[in-house]
């Protein structure tokens, strides 16, 4: 995986760019915890988002959020290449995603 760094100031919610490399085989899952809360935007590819007893597909365009002390994981869903947006803050700073009623 790698990280691109998008914004450098110091404390506060940061934000990066994830490129999830594609695979011939998927990747078994390791959770891991950490202090903080993440949220996520995909923009290319279906990713595999894993948070603790939750197995979830994020296809393109749509957004998940979560607190980083529960276990979680992020690979691709079905082998391709995965690119997505990160806002990561510390625990208690949250972005907050609403929804569009139908």
Do not use: C
């Not at 940061?14 to 891991?32: F, W």
């Not at 998940?64 to 510390?90: K, N, P, Q």
Request: proline letters at 9%; aromatic letters at 8%; charged letters at 25%.
């Amino acid at each position: 995986m790698t990280f691109i760094p998008l914004s450098r100031r110091p404390g506060g919610v940061r934000a990066y760019k994830m490129l999830i490399p594609g695979r011939d085989r998927p990747a078994e899952p390791t959770p891991q915890t950490h202090a903080g809360y993440e949220w996520l935007y995909v923009l290319n590819g279906r990713l595999r988002l894993v948070v603790g007893e939750r197995d979830l597909t994020v296809p393109p365009g749509e957004a998940a959020e979560f607190d980083t002390t529960v276990a979680h994981w992020l690979g691709s869903a079905d082998g391709r290449a995965v690119e997505l947006l990160i806002l990561f803050g510390l625990h208690g700073e949250r972005v907050h995603v609403t929804s569009r009623a139908p």
